[in-house]
């Protein structure tokens, strides 16, 4: 919002320059305009200005144009934004800056409303467009990108959200939204990214949701993100990589499913590691999990990995293990 502000001011003074050319009722209606720091009553004396000089003086139209539109977008008045960033679109002489500024006021405020999808849908189209254009190779574009490129996208993914939930129009708002985050790397883009990689799996597109939850995931490591990954993986039949984010997952918080799960997997084929995460499994007292990792435990070191082995031994090995587990976990030995 100071952003903003501090360009309305630039937007006022940039419009200064039109003072000679007025009388001095509308220069001094310009100049109060000017000293007003509260935006609703600098927003009422543009509109009374407008009342009175709108169509009296074509030349300095566009100042007054621009300077409605923002105030009314900063007030979430989108219906008025509509009508006055329309009205300055109207002059050809319009700077870009001003011109993506104005496009993507009018992308939200029809997202916003619901007056008109495809405007609003054509609109963020045309911040994209001019966005991009502006775009100066071998020099950061962060400005652009992720308060114009990245802003439009978003809004792109809520109008497509709109629409049936098929195939192509979710992973349209999925490719524009993953597309978004890595321009600005922002919380809004994440929220967007995770909740369509959902869809995706839902539609059995896994691979894609995949994509996604690892982007999110590389930036920014997380036990779920982890752990939804892992589940993933399994479903593609890919254990290899099943594990490896389970074990990720574990890693940042322990969990006594997580281990169970790792446990599951690797039972057939690191029997001593499945054997290690089970009894932690246990030890970390989930209601659930817990029993059922004691019972794989049990079974797979009495049957499997010991068999054959007198009582006593098969006794002290498996509490070898158990302790092991807990100097892990860092459980006190009494």
């Given at each position: 919002?100071?952003?903003?502000?501090?360009?309305?001011?630039?937007?006022?003074?940039?419009?200064?320059?039109?003072?000679?050319?007025?009388?001095?009722?509308?220069?001094?209606?310009?100049?109060?305009?000017?000293?007003?720091?509260?935006?609703?009553?600098?927003?009422?004396?543009?509109?009374?200005?407008?009342?009175?000089?709108?169509?009296?003086?074509?030349?300095?139209?566009?100042?007054?144009?621009?300077?409605?539109?923002?105030?009314?977008?900063?007030?979430?008045?989108?219906?008025?934004?509509?009508?006055?960033?329309?009205?300055?679109?109207?002059?050809?002489?319009?700077?870009?800056?001003?011109?993506?500024?104005?496009?993507?006021?009018?992308?939200?405020?029809?997202?916003?409303?619901?007056?008109?999808?495809?405007?609003?849908?054509?609109?963020?189209?045309?911040?994209?467009?001019?966005?991009?254009?502006?775009?100066?190779?071998?020099?950061?574009?962060?400005?652009?990108?992720?308060?114009?490129?990245?802003?439009?996208?978003?809004?792109?993914?809520?109008?497509?959200?709109?629409?049936?939930?098929?195939?192509?129009?979710?992973?349209?708002?999925?490719?524009?939204?993953?597309?978004?985050?890595?321009?600005?790397?922002?919380?809004?883009?994440?929220?967007?990214?995770?909740?369509?990689?959902?869809?995706?799996?839902?539609?059995?597109?896994?691979?894609?949701?995949?994509?996604?939850?690892?982007?999110?995931?590389?930036?920014?490591?997380?036990?779920?993100?982890?752990?939804?990954?892992?589940?993933?993986?399994?479903?593609?039949?890919?254990?290899?990589?099943?594990?490896?984010?389970?074990?990720?997952?574990?890693?940042?918080?322990?969990?006594?499913?997580?281990?169970?799960?790792?446990?599951?997997?690797?039972?057939?084929?690191?029997?001593?590691?499945?054997?290690?995460?089970?009894?932690?499994?246990?030890?970390?007292?989930?209601?659930?999990?817990?029993?059922?990792?004691?019972e794989l435990l049990q079974h797979l070191?009495?049957?499997?990995?010991?068999?054959?082995?007198?009582?006593?031994?098969?006794?002290?090995?498996?509490?070898?293990?158990?302790?092991?587990?807990?100097?892990?976990?860092?459980?006190?030995?009494?």
């Amino acid at each position: 919002m100071k952003k903003i502000a501090i360009y309305f001011i630039l937007l006022i003074v940039g419009g200064a320059a039109m003072l000679p050319a007025m009388n001095k009722a509308q220069t001094d209606a310009w100049m109060a305009i000017l000293g007003e720091k509260n935006l609703q009553a600098r927003f009422d004396k543009l509109e009374e200005y407008y009342k009175i000089y709108g169509d009296k003086d074509e030349r300095n139209a566009i100042y007054m144009y621009l300077n409605l539109a923002d105030s009314a977008y900063q007030l979430q008045q989108f219906d008025k934004t509509i009508l006055y960033g329309e009205k300055a679109l109207l002059y050809k002489e319009i700077e870009a800056q001003n011109k993506l500024r104005i496009y993507l006021f009018l992308a939200n405020a029809y997202n916003l409303t619901k007056k008109d999808i495809d405007k609003a849908y054509s609109y963020a189209d045309l911040v994209i467009e001019l966005a991009k254009s502006l775009r100066l190779e071998n020099q950061s574009n962060v400005t652009i990108d992720t308060n114009y490129i990245a802003p439009a996208l978003r809004i792109q993914v809520q109008l497509l959200l709109s629409k049936p939930q098929d195939l192509i129009n979710t992973t349209a708002a999925f490719n524009k939204a993953l597309e978004s985050y890595n321009l600005d790397n922002s919380e809004k883009s994440s929220i967007f990214v995770l909740f369509l990689s959902e869809r995706m799996v839902k539609l059995n597109q896994v691979e894609g949701a995949i994509k996604g939850v690892e982007t999110i995931n590389q930036a920014k490591p997380n036990a779920d993100y982890a752990n939804r990954l892992a589940f993933w993986y399994e479903r593609l039949g890919n254990r290899a990589k099943a594990v490896e984010n389970l074990k990720s997952s574990y890693q940042m918080k322990k969990s006594s499913k997580v281990a169970y799960d790792l446990g599951v997997l690797l039972n057939k084929t690191d029997i001593d590691s499945a054997l290690n995460y089970l009894a932690e499994s246990n030890l970390l007292n989930d209601e659930k999990y817990s029993p059922k990792a004691l019972e794989l435990l049990q079974h797979l070191f009495f049957n499997v990995k010991s068999k054959g082995q007198l009582p006593a031994e098969q006794e002290k090995g498996f509490q070898e293990i158990l302790l092991a587990a807990k100097t892990r976990l860092g459980i006190t030995i009494p």
